[in-house]
């Protein structure tokens, strides 16, 4: 377990005691030892460190106040999170809530994005496009967004969900632990002389590759001959992970080429290094490939998009991602159960593309409609992307409603994969 964890978390392990000032009115002042661990590790790995203002360690009551007193401008990701559920998270797919995604659409419709099946609402058979009416007996449309968050903190609530087929069931649910399954969803859908691999990829992770393997080998035992990656609610997390969908994407023709180059700053330019495109034995060759994305599509998601850009030719259908060409490394303090997140490296491609904190612009603009569960073809971007990949233009489109990007208000857990990527152990010489 210990080099597991070392592997994945680039663990410190170093308990770093506060030091004691005198305040102008000769008292003394500690230092919280969390604060004081955080300023370290900012001090030591953070990529703007030398952009960071003077503070009083004295005057901050926590990490995460540090941060926001502290962080560049550019930076929207650094974060801190009790350590325990790092390891739990990033290793098993472990976390806790409601365990499905939730956002508005541009009816004011609230939806269901996305469900983990090992949840409360998975248990509950809860599907993506499924409409929230009500919660604890008043209806969402006389809630205001923040009302709505609210009630989602509740550990308990009363649903009136509004299934596809447009019955209705009220369901009380119980907030609970999640085993996170990132694949939501894989098919193969036979278009012409064409067998094109669909697969919803939510997070990556320690538990991923086992699921993207298992995927992967019905790809590559059914010849498919293109592909349709759906990052649209992907956040990111482990570059291990990415590795492994790089390899299955692109093994066959672009084994040992360099995907990715990382650079620290220049306190640890040696811990920067280049990720190779590895070859497995479910590794698929592609005529096409396309990936959906949107605003929620971070991180390490845009290191696979970017990564793979120069050699496939993939093509992006939605909306622009997120902006993050930068990573983390994880830092951590067992005895103060402290995981510290802060940005450590940017991300360069093999042609040398990493400004993209705007985001990586699509091909082809498709509004992200929720209406039905993964896999049907009444999803404009799925429609979209398959009549690229069989016509070679997507055609006409119609969407209805669309997701509201500003109104996702709810990202599957109180613990949600939320732009999360963290470089493993390579980083350290």
Request: with cysteine; charged share 15%; hydrophobic share 40%.
């Amino acid at each position: 377990m210990s080099k597991l964890i070392y592997s994945m978390l680039l663990l410190s392990f170093l308990l770093i005691f506060g030091c004691k000032k005198d305040s102008p009115q000769g008292s003394i002042q500690t230092i919280d030892p969390s604060v004081q661990f955080t300023a370290n590790t900012f001090n030591d790995l953070y990529l703007w460190y030398d952009k960071m203002p003077t503070v009083d360690l004295a005057t901050i009551k926590t990490p995460d106040d540090y941060i926001n007193a502290v962080k560049y401008s550019q930076d929207r990701w650094s974060f801190t999170m009790p350590y325990t559920d790092m390891v739990a998270l990033l290793e098993n797919g472990e976390t806790t809530g409601w365990g499905a995604g939730l956002g508005f659409d541009s009816q004011d419709i609230l939806r269901i994005l996305f469900v983990y099946d090992n949840s409360a609402m998975g248990k509950a058979g809860v599907k993506r496009g499924w409409q929230i009416k009500a919660m604890n007996g008043k209806t969402i449309a006389a809630m205001s967004d923040a009302e709505v968050n609210t009630v989602l903190s509740n550990a308990n609530n009363s649903f009136v969900f509004i299934k596809n087929d447009a019955t209705e069931t009220t369901i009380q649910l119980t907030q609970g632990a999640i085993v996170i399954n990132s694949v939501q969803y894989s098919s193969v859908f036979q278009k012409g002389n064409k067998k094109i691999g669909y697969l919803v990829f939510s997070d990556f992770l320690g538990s991923s590759v086992k699921e993207l393997n298992t995927a992967f080998d019905d790809f590559a035992s059914q010849g498919v001959t293109d592909m349709i990656l759906d990052l649209r609610y992907n956040g990111g997390g482990t570059l291990d992970c990415a590795d492994s969908l790089v390899a299955m994407l692109a093994g066959k023709p672009y084994k040992d080429k360099v995907y990715n180059t990382l650079t620290y700053n220049n306190k640890h330019t040696r811990m920067g290094y280049q990720s190779i495109i590895g070859l497995k034995s479910n590794s698929v060759q592609l005529d096409k490939l396309v990936f959906i994305t949107t605003s929620s599509t971070a991180s390490a998601s845009e290191l696979v998009i970017s990564g793979l850009l120069p050699y496939l030719s993939p093509k992006l259908i939605g909306s622009k991602t997120h902006g993050k060409p930068v990573g983390m490394n994880i830092e951590s303090d067992t005895k103060l159960n402290i995981a510290v997140a802060p940005i450590s490296f940017r991300n360069t491609n093999s042609v040398g593309y990493t400004d993209f904190f705007d985001g990586i612009p699509v091909d082809f603009a498709v509004n992200d409609n929720v209406t039905q569960d993964w896999g049907n073809q009444s999803d404009a971007c799925l429609t979209a992307a398959l009549n690229y990949i069989s016509l070679g233009a997507i055609g006409s489109v119609s969407v209805k409603s669309a997701i509201n990007p500003g109104r996702i208000i709810y990202k599957g857990s109180n613990h949600p994969i939320e732009n999360l990527y963290q470089s493993s152990n390579k980083a350290i010489q």
